[in-house]
């Protein structure tokens, strides 16, 4: 099946630091990836929807400036959290979409970031 | 009202028992239905797929969606400690190109 990486797993910063977080599609190529955010005993939060070689398109409320995105290649997109505090510290997902895969909304998930700004 | 409501519980059930989970959803445009599986702090995985009204049946799983009522549900027989987890059902109402809604999901946990 298709498998998505994310590094790191987990990070602990201080306040006033960037964080960066890759997310890899490794056997399938994905013209779009997700990003989540995932507060304890609640559901996934869609932040934004990165598109290979545009703009991210971001949900209301989620910062652009703070929460960058960046989705180069067919392969990997990155998140980075700017200038980190601790109301950031969540738990961060992405996913990807197969174009070829059947079931036109099935997303595949990364494992997942902890981050912890102190 | 929240798009997709979903029971958290915690669930408890023993070894072999039959669970179901539910969802209700105010969307009726919602069209496509999946039901994914959460370890804890791990990413979630897809169980089941589902397009418009009906069951879906994949070995011990089977999903169903019922549109009149805005309902889908989720059974799994012979429940298995290993299925301890988080299950989020999730919901879509176009072919690829929009988000997917997440409900909040329902702890299981199934006692040996």
């Known amino acids: 099946g298709a498998v998505v990486s994310q590094h790191p797993s987990r990070v602990i910063c201080k306040s006033g630091t960037s964080v960066k977080i890759e997310c890899r599609s490794l056997d399938f190529q994905a013209t779009t990836m997700f990003w989540y955010r995932q507060f304890p005993k609640q559901s996934l939060m869609l932040m934004a929807t990165s598109n290979e070689g545009s703009k991210a398109t971001y949900e209301q409320g989620v910062e652009k400036d703070k929460f960058l995105i960046n989705h180069a290649s067919l392969t990997l997109s990155t998140l980075t959290v700017t200038s980190a505090h601790p109301e950031d510290s969540s738990f961060y997902i992405c996913s990807a979409r197969d174009p070829l895969a059947g079931g036109a909304d099935t997303q595949y998930f990364g494992p997942g970031t902890r981050l912890t700004v102190l | 009202q929240k798009e997709v409501e979903q029971d958290p519980g915690p669930l408890s059930v023993p070894e072999g028992a039959i669970v179901s989970l539910n969802c209700t959803y105010s969307?009726?445009?919602?069209?496509?239905f999946m039901w994914y599986r959460q370890y804890s702090r791990k990413g979630p995985e897809l169980l089941m797929y589902t397009y418009s009204s009906g069951n879906k049946e994949d070995g011990r799983f089977t999903a169903q969606v019922d549109k009149s009522s805005k309902y889908i549900s989720l059974f799994i027989r012979d429940s298995q400690p290993s299925d301890s987890a988080t299950y989020l059902c999730?919901?879509?109402?176009?072919?690829?190109?929009?988000?997917?809604?997440f409900g909040t999901g329902t702890k299981l946990q199934v006692i040996p």
């Open positions: 999730a919901m879509s109402d176009s072919g690829g190109y929009q988000k997917v809604t």
């Open positions: 969307n009726s445009a919602f069209q496509y």
